[in-house]
């Protein structure tokens, strides 16, 4: 019980409850673009540094494992994603986009939860930034077959351009570009030393900044949830609780530790409103941007940072 509410009461939570609150009662407090999209360009690369400076000091089989456990999941995800918007009876267009949403994960979930374990000393393995991007891709491409199969005329074969298309567009985006770039700068290092003070040690500072922001993008967005209803948020906090057992029995079943069965619950339980919405605006136009973002950024988002990250933790060490 302690631990949880060191998690709740911790830094992260609260700028992003104060920037909530900000919105909601329409304070001048603003976060300028730039600064946003600076400070979220900063967060991946200092994630992917971190991820490549850690990849460098383990043995190629040790990854084995972790890595198949985290394919096998961007595979499972996804489907996962679609029945349950199949159980709330959303249309068929929202039901691919909530493939596409959860089938993907939040790098900012995964930012703060490690931010926590570091916070309370809790290890983790030191390749997690790898499983990221690992998982990043293949929801998306399964939502786009799922999208395919059944608007495909004949027999609902897949094209194949349609997944290559996806793949190639999903390692051409910003976040995983830029995880890709930090985690080949962090692994061929001669000398991480000179890279730790500005891209480990001012990491906790700068997640404080972007998640005061994003807490203002949230409470903007609350009063969207009025045009879904009780059914958006239901679906946006049953997925992560069915997403992090799912993660929880795999990363058992690959040997992770404590604080790596943390991240990859975490990872399990998030959502997508960065990668998902681009390739949801480009291959899926009919389903509305206000529906997976909203329950992503308003509602799977919150829940996950200020109740779900810290039952994982509370959970797992007991």
């Known amino acids: 019980m302690e631990s ?10 609260i700028l992003f409850i104060v920037g909530i609150l900000a919105a909601i009662g329409k304070s001048n407090l603003k976060m300028p673009d730039g600064l946003s999209i600076g ?8 994630i992917g540094l971190k991820g490549g400076m850690g990849l460098a000091e383990v043995r190629i089989d040790e ?8 394919l096998i999941l961007g595979l499972i995800l996804p489907i996962v994603g679609y029945f349950i918007g199949m159980l709330f009876k959303f249309t068929f267009e929202e039901r691919v986009a909530m493939a596409a949403t959860f089938g993907s994960v939040s ?3 995964f930012a703060a939860a490690t931010a926590q ?12 930034t790898t499983l990221v991007v690992l998982l990043e891709i293949p929801g998306l491409v399964v939502a786009l077959m799922i999208y395919q199969h059944f608007k495909s005329p004949v027999f609902g074969i897949v094209p194949r351009a349609g ?31 000179m890279l730790k003070p500005f891209f480990v040690d001012l990491f906790p500072g700068v997640l404080l900044l972007f998640l005061l922001g994003l807490g203002l993008k949230v409470g903007q967005q609350l009063g969207v949830i009025k045009e879904y ?3 958006l948020i239901a679906a946006g906090i049953v997925f992560p609780v069915i997403g992090a057992v799912i993660g929880y029995m795999m990363a058992q079943a690959a040997g992770f530790s404590e604080g790596g069965t943390i991240l990859f619950m975490a990872l399990a339980a998030s959502g997508s409103y960065i990668a998902a919405p681009a390739m949801l605006q480009a ?7 206000s529906f997976y973002l909203t329950m992503a950024l308003a509602v799977t988002f919150p829940f996950n940072l200020i109740v779900g990250i810290p039952l994982f933790i509370q959970f797992v060490t007991g």
């Open 107 to 109: 790098l900012v979930t």
């Open 283 to 289: 291959s899926v136009p009919d389903a509305k941007p």
């Open 4 to 13: 949880l509410l060191y998690v709740v009461t911790s830094p992260p939570v």
């Open 63 to 70: 990854v084995v494992a972790p890595f198949a456990a985290a």
């Open 229 to 231: 209803g009780w059914a």
């Open 39 to 46: 400070l979220n360009m900063y967060l991946l690369l200092a």
């Open 163 to 193: 997944a290559t298309h996806v793949m190639i567009d999903s390692l051409m985006s910003k976040s995983i570009l830029l995880l890709i770039a930090g985690l080949a700068a962090g692994y061929f290092a001669p000398d991480t030393a």
């Open 117 to 128: 374990l570091d916070q309370m000393g809790i290890g983790y393995e030191p390749y997690m």
